[in-house]
């Protein structure tokens, strides 16, 4: 029993440890992610420019390769920087100057990382929205996107809105881990639709009538109850908020 008991206590000191060293690497890597991207995002690496090898990278950063190598799969994955074999990594896409004014350095990694949850959990959530809603439901619905229309037209930022718009779609689930989940990462979500918003706020007003018509799509598949369109329409209004974001444009 004591034998057992001893093997048992390892293990749990053995798991412990390997997920302090995750998270100390997921850290650097966040932090090496954002150093990047600031630098590209000033323009200090511009649009077609070299990035430095890996080993330089690493050295100049204080890093191991392996955890360089996570930042750059990020920023790949963003559509930042594309790598040639061979060549090295090249910058691909500028993001927008304003999401350093917007996101500072610290919290670029996890809106990132909000926007990947948002898509899983919202696109699930709309899908059985469509299939579950009820009328008042549907005319809270209706209510939050007038809302955002007023926003829209009179300049507003409309965070408010926003969020109350994609709760209400969460709720209309009737599934209350949906609430719950989205409930326990509020603060995140928040800066993410602040981001998102502002920078739509700095460009044209064609933009913002793109962003309203995505939320538009997402109402109208959950009016017709249609599920897997309000699902496609969750998924692509969060990840084009994503693109918008960290590939520009």
Do not use: W
Not at 42 to 61: A, H, M, R, Y
Not at 91 to 113: E, H
Not at 139 to 148: F, G, I, T
Request: glycine share 6%; net charge neutral; with cysteine.
């Amino acid at each position: 029993m004591e034998a057992n008991q001893r093997t048992l206590a390892a293990s749990l000191l053995s798991s412990a440890r390997q997920s302090r060293r995750e998270e100390r690497d997921r850290t650097l890597s966040d932090t090496v992610y954002e150093q990047i991207l600031a630098k590209i995002v000033s323009g200090e690496i511009p649009v077609g420019g070299k990035l430095p090898t890996e080993i330089e990278l690493s050295e100049g950063f204080g890093v191991s390769r392996p955890i360089l190598r996570q930042a750059l799969k990020q920023l790949k994955i963003d559509g930042v920087i594309v790598s040639t074999q061979g060549s090295g990594s090249y910058v691909q896409k500028q993001p927008d100057r304003a999401v350093l004014t917007f996101a500072p350095i610290g919290s670029i990694a996890d809106i990132q990382r909000t926007f990947e949850f948002r898509m899983a959990i919202e696109g699930e959530a709309a899908m059985l929205a469509a299939e579950r809603r009820s009328i008042e439901q549907l005319a809270l619905l209706r209510q939050s996107l007038d809302e955002l229309e007023r926003c829209v037209q009179q300049g507003e930022l409309g965070v408010d809105a926003d969020e109350k718009f994609h709760a209400i779609v969460c709720s209309s689930s009737d599934n209350h881990y949906f609430v719950s989940v989205r409930t326990s990462m509020h603060a995140n979500i928040i800066t993410g639709l602040n981001l998102t918003r502002n920078l739509s706020l700095s460009k044209s007003t064609e933009r913002l009538r793109l962003v309203q018509a995505e939320h538009e799509a997402i109402y109208a598949a959950i009016e017709r109850q249609d599920a897997e369109a309000a699902r496609n329409a969750m998924r692509a209004h969060i990840d084009n908020a994503r693109k918008r974001v960290f590939v520009g444009g």
